[in-house]
């Protein structure tokens, strides 16, 4: 197992001996779900299937959407939104991994980090930011902290994937404006009404969240990394964007100090923003670090539905060719069509 892991290390054997040899394997293909499908074994046995048949080798199931857990766990209790679903006389997560793992296939839990989506731990939210727990309060970093560690320590996974790992707003709250005040004597209050045309108010604060962000990356990565050194960590973001800066999110710096291994960079437009993702590339000491997340969707009005099979393929062709070692990642599981099964699992690039 391990594919990422794997792939990281051919490409640095790659980078040294180019001069040997035009081509190396083909890097991870991913697919995220994010909508709890594989809590059931019918459930769990598609997944795998469609993962299988496309060519993935990596399904990253989100198992935290910051409302509980939706595995069986002595620390939390159970995501709302599962009330029918009895983990405990099936353990949902256990058996994805199981099939998963006999069909070669990683699986990387996805955890929302700062999202908060039902009536939980109030005390570490704040009006001021909407639904999302507190950057700044390390009381909860070590709670998440927890929550994760609760799925590494007793499940077989090759990684652990954060998401919403940012802020959406600055907090404003009265325990926010102190914490600022004693880090750089300024009154946030004042900063935030100036920032648009102060920028030493602006990068303050972008200073402010990133160091919020990083010290809960520092933890989770330091409890993963101390359990279980060969998982791979993972975050969704958006890299080298100024304006995700300012929520706290670096991926630039997290993969710079090997704090995390990859950074799945969204772009579910249906024109991938070829530039911004070159530059992007360009930030990173190693580039293969980052891949491409694209889009297999869209919106009509309020509502979500399947791209066609051409835009999709399209789509996955160009983020395959951007990246320097054949990943791609795609969102979402809920809109794969057969068309697009019988595109992906016939893709096959070599590196140039």
């Known amino acids: 197992m391990m594919i990422l892991r794997g792939v990281i290390l051919t490409v640095l054997i790659f980078f040294t001996l180019s001069a040997i040899s035009d081509e190396v394997p083909l890097g991870p293909r991913v697919l995220f779900d994010e909508d709890f499908f594989w809590v059931t074994k019918e459930g769990a046995d598609k ?55 006999k069909n070669d296939i990683e699986v990387h839990p996805w955890f929302t980090v700062f999202l908060r989506q039902a009536d939980i731990y109030p005390k570490f939210t704040d009006p001021s930011i909407g639904a999302m727990f507190n950057i700044h309060d390390r009381e909860f970093h070590q709670i998440i902290n927890q929550v994760i560690m609760d799925v590494v320590r007793n499940y077989d996974i090759d990684g652990v994937n954060l998401d919403y790992i940012r802020s959406k707003k600055v907090c404003d709250s009265a325990a926010c404006a102190d914490d600022y005040e004693k880090r750089y004597s300024r009154s946030l209050h004042a900063d935030i009404l100036t920032k648009s045309v102060n920028p030493a108010a602006r990068r303050n604060i972008e200073r402010w969240q990133k160091q919020a962000v990083i010290d809960a990356v520092r933890l989770i ?61 360009q930030q990173l000491e190693e580039p293969w670090r980052m891949i491409v997340l694209m889009g297999n969707f869209k919106f009509e009005g309020e509502t979500s539905v399947a791209r066609s099979d051409e835009l999709v393929a399209k789509l996955y062709r160009e983020a395959l060719e951007l990246s320097p070692n054949g990943s791609v990642g795609m969102y979402e599981y809920r809109f794969v069509t057969p068309g697009q099964i019988n595109d992906f699992s016939r893709v096959n690039l070599p590196l140039k």
């Open 47 to 101: 997944l795998v299937e469609t993962a299988k048949a496309s060519g993935f080798n990596i399904i990253v199931p989100c198992v935290w959407h910051g409302r509980g857990a939706s595995w069986d766990s002595s620390i939390i209790g159970k995501d709302a939104k599962l009330k029918e679903v009895d983990l405990k006389r099936h353990d949902a997560l256990s058996y994805l991994i199981s099939i998963a793992h």
């Open 221 to 281: 990565s330091g409890s993963v990394r101390s359990y279980n050194p060969d998982l791979i960590i993972s975050v969704d973001t958006l890299v080298n964007d100024v304006l995700w800066g300012e929520f706290g999110a670096d991926a630039v710096t997290w993969l710079n100090e090997g704090l995390v291994d990859i950074a799945y960079h969204m772009d579910y437009t249906k024109t991938l923003n070829k530039p911004f993702i070159k530059k992007a590339y």
